[in-house]
């Protein structure tokens, strides 16, 4: 059992940054490919990025070069650093892990994840 804990959300200006934390329980973080969705008022929870086990990553287009992932094995934290943040972005953040291959071919499956955290708000005002 994996529990996902998410911080860092807040409001912040069009154009500013912010960085999310995911902290993981138990000992084989490093086993897990972790993701980052978002879910919008109103829209589906959309996929951001993912971290796989390998060190790869791998962004929506959406957010491809202005977002990283990152993750910290020793600390079993996942982050998300969000640059040049759009009103467009404003959503609930959630992280995801799976240890599973299928994350490998389909990381933007939220249905097939195996644990989620609990969200954390992103507004960004124009």
């Known amino acids: 059992q994996v529990q996902l804990v998410e911080s860092g959300g807040g409001l912040v200006q069009a154009g500013g940054s912010l960085r999310l934390s995911c902290a993981a329980s138990g000992r084989t973080f490093n086993s897990y490919h972790m993701s980052w969705f978002r879910q919008a008022p109103g829209k589906a929870r959309e996929f951001v990025a993912v971290?796989?086990?390998?060190?790869?990553?791998y962004y929506a287009d959406s957010v491809k070069g202005r977002f990283i992932i990152s993750r910290d094995n020793a600390k079993n934290t996942v982050y998300l650093q969000m640059n040049n943040l759009k009103p467009e972005d404003t959503a609930v953040y959630y992280c995801?892990?799976?240890?599973?291959?299928?994350?490998?071919?389909?990381?933007?499956?939220?249905?097939?994840?195996?644990?989620w955290g609990q969200g954390t708000q992103v507004t960004v005002s124009s």
């Open positions: 995801a892990a799976d240890e599973r291959a299928w994350v490998v071919l389909g990381p933007s499956l939220a249905n097939r994840y195996d644990y």
């Open positions: 971290s796989w086990t390998g060190g790869v990553t």
